[in-house]
Nanobody, 123 residues
């Protein structure tokens, strides 16, 4: 069992940066693929980025490629999402999720989810 808690979301101006954190409990955290998703009211949940257990396999949605970075610190049981050059369309609730898949492609089933953190980008 893995429990995930996101933090770091806040109001930021367009062009700014934020770093989200996904802190996990569970001694097997380091073996999980972790992904970030986001959801805006009225829209489908959108995949953002994923990283496998070693950090050697990383995958981004085209909408964030070149602006966002995902990385993990297994010693701290934490995965981060560094978001740069933020746009108003990045406004959403961001969720992290964990999968036992070894790699994030093809997109696996994510069994564990956090409660989300709100990111608001003002224009």
């Amino acid at each position: 069992q893995v429990q995930l808690v996101e933090s770091g979301g806040e109001l930021v101006q367009a062009g700014g940066s934020l770093r989200l954190s996904c802190a996990a409990s569970g001694r097997t955290f380091s073996s999980y693929t972790i992904a970030w998703f986001r959801r805006t009211p009225g829209k489908e949940r959108e995949f953002v980025a994923a990283i496998n257990w070693s950090g050697g396999y990383i995958y981004y949605a085209n909408s964030v490629k070149g602006r966002f970075g995902i990385f993990r610190d297994n010693a701290k049981n934490t995965v981060y999402l560094q978001m740069n050059s933020l746009k108003p369309e990045d406004t959403a609730v961001y969720y992290c999720a964990a999968s036992q898949a070894a790699v994030p492609l093809p997109q696996p089933t994510y069994d564990y989810w956090g409660q989300g953190t709100q990111v608001t980008v003002s224009s």
